[in-house]
């Protein structure tokens, strides 16, 4: 089978096409004919090997442990394990590939009770690929918050992948939103529910006197101790894109004070897919696609997604 591989860090033009052996399903396990994946920060994270963690997880001087990329899939059943149950070849399926990644092929074998479930009917492969990274992420912190309805929550990033989904399920959940985002954004923005829409190139959130329950900040521009005036008593501060600062000052504000920063990161989960899918074939969830690449452009994919000019989730179509 085809895969896009790297065996050193750097810019996209490290990614190479080279053809490896097609696995086979273990016992547990089905093997998926891919048909989309998607480029996420990630990613082009780890091609780039920034910050300089992702050395201490794939290899000091050159990549070792993982070398095809990709997190998330959608794709068809061709092969299950003589243990699996729950699906039978020509299911359409989506998928989290997890920290091994490896949706950067034609093919890719995963744990039948791991992040998998079947797909939205009513959305494209190229679609369902770019919601199990996005989707899981948003629901996860909005579910540590306990956002509930009538709260107010105010999202920075909110036309990014992970905000995109966190505007619709936080309006899904009864929230008042308000979306920060660039000026070429904001449209976007107002059509996935958001009540309010800031632009950050024109207003400073931070120094607006509005405050909120809830502040997720999906793309990690901004500061808990920045942000800490705006939230309510009892506010919660989710940092979606923490570094080692914010992790300290989780575990600090979760003993002590009134106001509490949430960061980590998203486990996906089977249920978690289940509960999004019914949401998309309910119409209340909607995946956004800025651009769709084909298998050979990869390489130009990444580079675009690591501009940060991206609105929504870059596709590739296998």
Not at 108 to 128: H, Q, R, T
Not at 278 to 304: M, N
Request: glycine share 10%.
């Amino acid at each position: 089978m085809k895969a896009i591989t790297y065996t050193r860090y750097g810019p996209p033009e490290v990614l190479q096409i080279i053809d490896i052996a097609k696995p086979t399903p273990k016992d547990n396990e089905v093997l998926i004919k891919i048909h989309a994946t998607t480029v996420t920060a990630g990613d082009w994270r780890m091609r780039k090997a920034e910050p300089f963690l992702a050395r201490i997880y794939n290899g000091l001087l050159k990549p070792t442990k993982i070398n095809i990329l990709g997190f998330e899939i959608a794709g068809e059943v061709e092969a299950i394990g003589k243990d699996v149950k729950q699906f039978r070849p020509g299911d359409q399926v989506f998928a989290s590939c997890g920290i091994g990644f490896g949706g950067y092929a034609e093919y890719k074998c995963l744990p039948e009770d791991g992040e998998i479930a079947m797909k939205p009917i009513n959305v494209s492969f190229e679609e369902a690929a770019a919601v199990p990274i996005g989707g899981n992420t948003a629901l996860r912190f909005l579910r540590e918050a306990k956002l509930k309805s009538g709260q107010r929550i105010l999202i920075n990033g909110a036309s990014g992948s992970v905000g995109t989904y966190a505007v619709q399920l936080a309006k899904h959940f009864g929230a008042e939103v308000t979306g920060v985002c660039s000026t070429t954004n904001v449209e976007l923005v107002k059509s996935l529910g958001a009540d309010k829409v800031i632009d950050y190139t024109k207003e400073d959130f931070t120094k607006n006197p509005r405050t909120y329950d809830v502040i997720f900040d999906t793309v990690g521009k901004t500061s808990f101790v920045r942000c800490k005036s705006l939230l309510k008593e009892n506010g919660i501060y989710l940092a979606g894109s923490a570094g080692l600062l914010e992790e300290i000052q989780a575990v600090w504000t979760s003993r002590i004070g009134n106001k509490k920063l949430i960061s980590g990161t998203a486990n996906p989960s089977q249920a978690d897919l289940l509960f999004l899918k019914e949401l998309i074939e309910a119409g209340s969830l909607k995946p956004v696609i800025d651009r769709s690449y084909g298998f050979e452009q990869i390489p130009e994919a990444h580079g675009y997604v690591e501009s940060f000019r991206k609105k929504g989730n870059v596709v590739v179509t296998i």
